[in-house]
């Protein structure tokens, strides 16, 4: 604590941490990912129709088998993924955001005594 004359002042609270912010781009980021992903696949597929088609993959040919089952799992593949990573995010937010709270909580009662 500082003193100034006769008043006793607290120094100023810390700034607090930037989790929220943190926590957004970090979310923004993961969807820019998965949309590019997202658009890469369907783009691929139909711009390279004619040259997959000289792939066989299970009796098919790769463009048939891509634009009838391929593309549709890759999106659902997306989906479990970003679906996973959100929860792992959401808990470590979550978890960051506890500890900031148990921290003010511990230097209020500190300052208290």
């Known amino acids: 604590m500082t ?3 006769s ?3 607290a120094p100023p609270p810390p700034e607090p941490p930037h989790y929220a912010a943190l926590h957004w781009r970090r979310k923004r980021r993961l969807t820019l990912l998965l949309l590019a992903i997202w658009l890469f696949m ?3 597929v139909i711009y390279f129709a004619r040259e ?3 792939l066989v993959l299970f009796g098919w040919p790769v463009s048939y088998y891509m634009a009838a089952q391929g593309v ?3 999106y659902l593949a997306l989906i479990g993924v970003y679906n996973r990573r959100i929860r ?3 808990a470590d937010y ?3 955001e ?3 709270r148990d921290a003010r909580n511990a230097r209020k009662a500190a300052d208290a005594k």
Do not use: K, P, Y
Request: glycine share 4%.
């Open 94 to 96: 979550r978890r960051s």
């Open 98 to 100: 506890s500890d900031a």
């Open 42 to 44: 369907t783009f691929f």
């Open 88 to 90: 792992h995010m959401e």
């Open 3 to 5: 003193t100034t004359g």
């Open 7 to 9: 008043i006793d002042m």
């Open 72 to 74: 549709a799992l890759i």
């Open 52 to 54: 997959l088609d000289n």
